[in-house]
C-alpha cells in the first residue's frame, strides 16, 4: 500500500503543512498530538484528562491507519512541566501496560500555554 495521509482536521496541520498520521507499510507515525477535543471545541485544565484525550486522538489516528495502541513501538512525550510527569506516567502505565514501548519523556514549553502534555507515536500496521 502506497503512503496515506491521515488528517484530524486541525487548523495546525494545514497552517504548519502536516498530517496528523502518515500511513506508509508496514510503519504509521503519528504526530505530536495534543489533548484538544476536537468534537467539544475543548482543552481540559486537568493534566490526567489532557493525557487521556491525547490518547483518544492518537487511537482515533492508529485506528483509520490500520493499527491501535497495541501495535505502538515508539513514544514520544513532551510535558510543559516536570511535575505533570507522575500523572501522565500513570496513563501511560495503564495504557502501554502489556505493549511496552520504547519511551522518551522531554520536558518543554510547548505551542500554547494552555496545552500540558503533547505525544507522539510510531506503530507497526496489523498484518491483514
Known amino acids: 500500500m502506497a ?3 491521515i488528517s484530524q482536521g ?4 494545514e497552517m504548519a503543512g502536516y498530517s496528523r498520521a502518515v500511513a506508509d507499510d508496514p510503519w504509521v507515525f503519528v504526530s505530536g498530538t495534543t489533548g ?6 475543548t ?7 489532557q493525557t487521556e484525550q491525547t490518547f483518544r486522538n492518537i487511537g482515533w ?6 493499527s491501535g495502541i497495541e501495535d ?3 513514544v514520544r512525550v513532551y510535558l510543559a512541566a516536570a511535575e505533570y510527569f507522575e500523572p501522565v506516567a500513570a496513563v501511560l ?9 520504547a519511551n522518551t519523556t522531554v520536558i518543554t514549553a510547548l505551542i500554547d500555554p494552555a496545552m500540558k502534555v503533547e505525544i507522539e507515536v510510531t506503530a507497526k500496521k496489523r498484518e491483514t
Open 3 to 5: 503512503r496515506r495521509n
Open 10 to 13: 486541525s487548523k495546525f496541520e
Open 36 to 41: 484538544f477535543d476536537y468534537a467539544a471545541g
Open 43 to 49: 482543552l481540559s485544565d486537568d493534566i490526567t484528562e
Open 61 to 66: 489516528a492508529l485506528k483509520q491507519a490500520g
Open 72 to 74: 505502538v513501538v515508539r
Open 93 to 101: 502505565g495503564r495504557r502501554f501496560a502489556d505493549v511496552r514501548p
